[in-house]
């Protein structure tokens, strides 16, 4: 792949991939190469608690360029698609006005969507038609259910993925909720980046390889103190359903400092649930990306440097 021209020639560049990819890497070298900032456009990321189990940028990596919306929220709060795309929105606006390109990277492929595609209005679907779909789904299967989406839905019966139950449950839900498809909804999305203004590119090394860089990083963070961050982070009593104590390794290295499982039990399913993870980011970026183009390392983008 011939990718380096097409992007730094964009005022805006979209840096996609599953965790481990070597994103990071890739955005500071751009950077520092464009005169670029970076824009942090991972969910997990913007909490301030998690800088070692989320892989922030280190301190010496974000004083080799301007990084934003890293470490910016508190655990306490629940930052949405909605509030990201907000901030995101302000500061590559600002970075354009000082005439510096903007390098948004990340693994969250909703904000990318929102982005590129806009994020639709949707009204606050109740718990009880959630509840709702839920059961209905468990007790008639996913063909059965996409079968009922597809009556009231069908362009969103058509596009969701085999599989994908969540997507399938909010199609469900939206008209059940409002008597409008989400297809009606999102046709009145508007993108926040205007067609044109930039260029992505999913990084997309070998998945073997990823795994195995997932678990030397692993190894590391407990180094580098991840223990103790979860151990601070459980220690403020917070609610287990805020996004930051759902990150990757939290639950597991929580069970382990209650006494619950041992650090080797902890770290294998810390592993494991990160595997998972870059499945389904994969096939997110695969599915929603589709024309994207892809690179298996930085070199391919940039060349050696």
């Given at each position: ?19 481990a990819s070597g994103k990071s890497a890739l955005a500071l070298r751009l950077a520092r190469s464009a005169g ?229 039990k902890a770290l294998a399913q810390a592993r494991q649930d990160t595997r998972r993870y870059v499945k389904r980011q994969v096939t997110w ?21």
């Amino acid at each position: 792949m011939s990718a380096g021209g097409a992007l730094s020639a964009a005022p805006v560049t979209l840096i996609a991939g599953p965790t481990a990819s070597g994103k990071s890497a890739l955005a500071l070298r751009l950077a520092r190469s464009a005169g670029g900032e970076i824009v942090n456009a991972d969910s997990m990321q913007v909490y301030a608690d998690l800088r070692v189990l989320t892989a922030r940028p280190s301190p010496q990596d974000e004083a080799a360029a301007p990084h934003h919306l890293f470490g910016v929220a508190d655990a306490a709060e629940a930052w949405s698609v909605g509030r990201w795309l907000e901030a995101a929105t302000a500061v590559i606006a600002d970075i354009a006005a000082r005439g510096r390109p903007a390098i948004v990277v990340g693994g969250t492929g909703l904000y990318f969507r929102a982005l590129t595609m806009g994020l639709a209005d949707v009204p606050t679907v109740p718990a009880s038609v959630r509840l709702e779909a839920q059961a209905l789904y468990d007790a008639i299967g996913e063909a059965a259910f996409r079968a009922g989406v597809a009556e009231v839905d069908p362009l969103a019966a058509e596009r969701i993925a085999a599989a994908d139950r969540q997507r399938l449950m909010r199609a469900h839900e939206v008209y059940a909720a409002t008597g409008r498809p989400l297809s009606d909804w999102q046709t009145r999305m508007s993108p926040a980046l205007a067609p044109g203004s930039w260029r992505g590119l999913v990084l997309e090394p070998p998945r073997d390889l990823v795994y195995a860089r997932c678990d030397e990083r692993l190894e590391a963070m407990l180094g580098a103190g991840a223990l103790d961050e979860v151990a601070r982070l459980v220690g403020r009593g917070l609610d287990a359903k805020l996004p930051a104590m759902k990150a990757l390794g939290v639950a597991p290295f929580a069970a382990h400092l209650r006494g619950d499982i041992g650090l080797d039990k902890a770290l294998a399913q810390a592993r494991q649930d990160t595997r998972r993870y870059v499945k389904r980011q994969v096939t997110w970026f695969r599915n929603q990306n589709a024309d994207w183009p892809r690179a298996h390392s930085a070199d391919e983008v940039i060349g050696d440097p």
